[in-house]
């Protein structure tokens, strides 16, 4: 049969973030407490430098649908990071989900957290049947073809980072702290420190002079000790000129001046 008319785009047919499940509670590897920290942490310091923030989208433990051919399947990453796409979905809504076919920008980073249910799902070590969906790595590597892929183990606090080249993950050494991310300016390490309570190792991102993003909360506190220190700089200046005023006034007044006079 003719057709007068273009087909319509994925975007108009396929379903949308609003037709998809958003989550399944039967899943493994639903998140523990390290898996609500981390990714906030992650979350709290993707701030690329050239990108406005309303440029910037981050998400953990959402649905990533990747295969228009096969609606229904998707991924879950524990974070993940994008550029070059609307906070909102369509510049208005809270996702429900990141549909790959209705955004049409894929991931540039995803990290991954090890857990032992999810180990061989992460590092590509699990098999499937052709008519089953494929694993993250394949999903990562050669459907979504995400530059970065992360992997952190936090029972034995090891990150192995992997870089797309010629279409396969390779293995990415360390430069300094981490791993460098030129399209976002920003680097991904592991820093020792103290997070909502916390003292251990952490996944965090860094900037092109190797200090740590901070959070709003280090901002705030930050802040608040920049002004702390102004006020004590104004006290002691006031002091200062207090005392010298009162060494005038006694001055004058050896000299059998009136100070209030002088």
Known sequence: MYQSYPPLSPRETLPTMYDLPSEDPEEPGL???????????????????EHEGEDVFAASDLNLYYDPRHPQWYKRPDWFGVLGVSRLYDQRDLRLSYVIWQEGIAPLVVVELLSPGTEKEDLGRSLRDASQP??????????????????????????????????????????????WLEKAQLGLGLWRGEYQGIDRLWLRWYDEQ?????????????????????????????EREKSRADRLAAKLRELGLDPDEA
């Open 31 to 49: 998140p523990d407490e390290f898996h609500l920290l981390q990714p906030e942490l992650l979350r709290q310091t993707f701030l690329p430098p």
């Open 134 to 179: 494929p694993n993250k790595w394949t999903v990562y590597e050669q459907i979504l073809r995400i530059p970065y892929y992360f992997v952190f183990n936090r029972y034995t606090d090891e990150l192995r980072a992997f870089g797309l080249v010629q279409g396969i993950y390779q293995p990415l050494l360390p430069e300094g702290p981490g791993i």
């Open 210 to 238: 190797h200090s740590w993003i901070l959070t709003p909360a280090e901002r705030e506190a930050q802040r608040a000790e920049r002004e702390k220190s102004r006020a004590e700089q104004e006290a002691q200046r006031a």
